[in-house]
Each structure stands twice: as C-alpha cells, then as structure tokens.
C-alpha cells in the first residue's frame, strides 16, 4: 500500500471565495511504499511550497530535512487512517522529504 504525495508551487487565486486551494499542474506526483520501516520520499523540486499527502493504509509519516540521513518515521509520528487526505505547507527549497512507515 502507498503513501500518495502531489507536490505544488503555487496557490490558486479564488476571487470572493474563502479558502485555498493548490494550482494544477503539480511540481510532481509520484508513490512512497508504506511499510514496517521508515521510507522517505524523493526530496521535494525546488519550488515546491504545498504537499498533498493520501495513504491507503495506516500510518505515520514525518516532515524533515533531507539533510543527515532525512527524516525517519516512527509509529509516534502523525497518525494517518486509511483514505485520509492532507495538505502541507513546506519550505521551498529542495531540501524537504516525507517519511512514511505503517502504523496501526
């Protein structure tokens, strides 16, 4: 089972409307595989600033630093159910990751 992460530069501009939501296309779309370790995303494209993150299974994953090693999920980590949906704001950059590991 996957974790599903959509990376996305920019916010799209909704007049009289309250909310954001991310512009299309994305930087980058791709799978990290949701397991009984720690595995981490590619490192973000430079210019992403906005993470959608889905998971089709239980887990936890952890925003970090691609520095030193990069981030490493533990089961205490942000606790996901299975089709949950979330948005994250990161730095840009090109130096961020997310980590995913499988809880229950």
Do not use: K
């Amino acid at each position: 089972m996957p974790l599903h992460v959509t990376e996305y530069a920019n916010v799209a501009f909704l007049p009289n409307a309250v909310g954001m939501i991310p512009q299309e296309p994305p930087l980058a779309d791709y799978t990290v595989a949701i397991g009984g370790s720690s595995a981490q995303s590619p490192t973000f494209q430079l210019g992403t600033r906005m993470v959608r993150v889905e998971t089709d299974a239980i887990c936890s994953i952890l925003f970090g630093f691609a520095l030193a090693g990069g981030p490493v999920a533990t089961t205490a980590n942000a606790r996901f159910v299975a089709g949950q949906t979330e948005y994250r704001g990161v730095p840009e950059g090109g130096r961020m990751q997310v980590a995913v590991i499988a809880n229950t």
